[in-house]
């Protein structure tokens, strides 16, 4: 590897004695060049010389699982791959000995969680998050879109990111919750907030904390006096029986900010970056808007960006390879979709493929509960941008920037069509 680039990465760390030489391939997911100046390449080539598991010396050391049906496998066994980093007993040892001033620390619930506790605590967001309940908030969300697009429309250009991506989500997420929209500034540096690179790992119980503290007086008082909101239905629902706690409340809170915005950001970041690139693909879809649904699937699998971890909860021989108790495994979702053992040209743009069956949500029992809602918003700002705007471009002036880790993201994405 060149000094240059070495330099920018974290440390190397030893190889552990079970992983063989041949699993071995140097990748840093937060901090490799390449990746972070055009991240799907990169993918590509990873794939291209890199074992479908391989294990790196980055980041303290971990698995990384690229190949499609390697990916598909260890989504779905949550005996091996558990999604509880920090096994309960020590997590709750680590949480005593934080100083009081901080408070009870709100967790993703049920991300953080394996089956059977998963489907419990999964359970009451289930109905709240259904491809009919979504779909009714369709016109709803394209009233919003079209709101962004108003603001923009007129100067010829925009960064696509903070001055549409951004909003959108945050103002659904608001009009779910029963949040008022006054509040949108608030969330959105609670955003910025939360998603900015953390250098200490007790940054993100700060973050945590705060949005939990955003939500509270409205968490309080939705208790008291329900309305026809989520917060409301998730006071009325029981968790195996028994009732909601407000500290459960906090916890769907945090999960419902965290998995509701940071997703579908990215997802339109990519797909208007794609049809930017593309002025055909858009006149296509300008005649015949019914083709934006396939589309939009086609999109996510071509740029599929999110990488759930996990914890390997036992020693098990997995694709080969012998694992242990507590390593750490990162299930690389953007390589999935792009494995040339499962898509025939999987760089190629094509809504006609005969296999169009994408992973960019997940697979088995953590699945994104929000695909239904992700969807829906995908659909309309591209229906939206393509039906309100002329003929949109990259503004080469301005490369798109993006940074990496659990999420692929798009931080910058200028384009213009004056």
């Known amino acids: 590897m060149d000094t240059a680039v070495a330099d920018q990465l974290s440390p190397a760390v030893p190889k552990p004695a079970h992983v063989p030489d041949a699993a071995v391939y140097d990748f840093d997911m937060f901090r490799d060049p390449a990746l972070l100046r ?44 558990s999604s509880e980093i920090i096994p309960s007993a020590h997590a709750a040892a680590m949480f005593s000995m934080l100083p009081p001033d901080i408070g009870r620390l709100p967790l993703p619930t049920p991300i953080n969680l394996d089956p059977p506790a998963h489907t419990i605590y999964r359970a009451p967001l289930q109905s709240a998050f259904s491809p009919r309940a979504m779909l009714a908030r369709k016109e709803e969300v394209r009233n919003l879109a079209n709101s962004l ?5 007129d100067q010829g250009h925009c960064d696509f990111i903070p001055e549409i991506a951004e909003p959108l989500p945050v103002q659904v997420f608001l009009k779910m919750m029963g949040l008022p929209l006054e509040r949108q500034e608030e969330f959105r540096t609670l955003v910025h907030e939360f998603l900015a690179p953390i250098a200490n790992p007790m940054d993100i119980i700060g973050r945590m904390r705060n949005v939990a503290d955003a939500m509270k007086s409205d968490i309080l008082s939705r208790q008291a006096e329900p309305q026809d909101d989520l917060i409301s239905l998730l006071w009325r629902s029981e968790i195996d029986g028994k009732p909601m706690t407000y500290e459960l409340m906090e916890d769907f809170g945090v999960l419902l900010f965290v998995a509701g915005l940071d997703t579908v950001i990215n997802g339109m970041g990519y797909g208007i970056r794609h049809l930017a690139r593309n002025p055909d693909l858009q006149k296509t879809l300008r005649a015949n808007p ?13 740029y599929t960006f999110t990488v759930p971890s996990r914890r390997v909860a036992k020693d098990a021989v997995f694709a080969g390879l012998q694992m242990k108790e507590d390593d750490r495994l990162m299930i690389f979702l953007p390589a999935a979709d792009l494995d040339p053992r499962e898509f025939t040209n999987p760089e190629l743009f094509d809504m006609n ?15 994104c509960l ?16 393509l039906a309100r705007l002329p003929e949109f471009r990259i503004d080469e002036a301005k490369p798109a920037t993006f940074h990496a880790g659990n999420i692929i993201a798009i931080d910058s994405l200028a384009i213009r069509w004056d």
Do not use: C
């Not at 493929?353 to 699945?367: C, D, L, M, S, T």
């Not at 929000?370 to 941008?385: D, F, K, N, T, W």
């Open 353 to 367: 493929r005969e296999n169009k069956v994408h992973i960019a949500f997940g697979a088995g029992p953590h699945r």
């Open 290 to 302: 019914k083709l934006i649904t396939e589309a939009a699937e086609e999109i996510l699998r071509r």
């Open 370 to 385: 929000g695909s239904h809602l992700a969807r829906v918003e995908l659909q309309v700002i591209y229906e939206q941008m």
């Open 38 to 81: 055009d991240p799907h390449e990169r993918v590509r080539h990873m794939l291209s010389e890199a074992p479908p598991v391989f294990w790196t010396p980055r980041n303290g050391g971990h698995w990384i699982v690229i190949g499609h049906e390697e990916n598909y496998l260890a989504s779905r066994d949550t005996t091996i791959f």
């Open 149 to 153: 697009i108003d603001a923009v429309i």
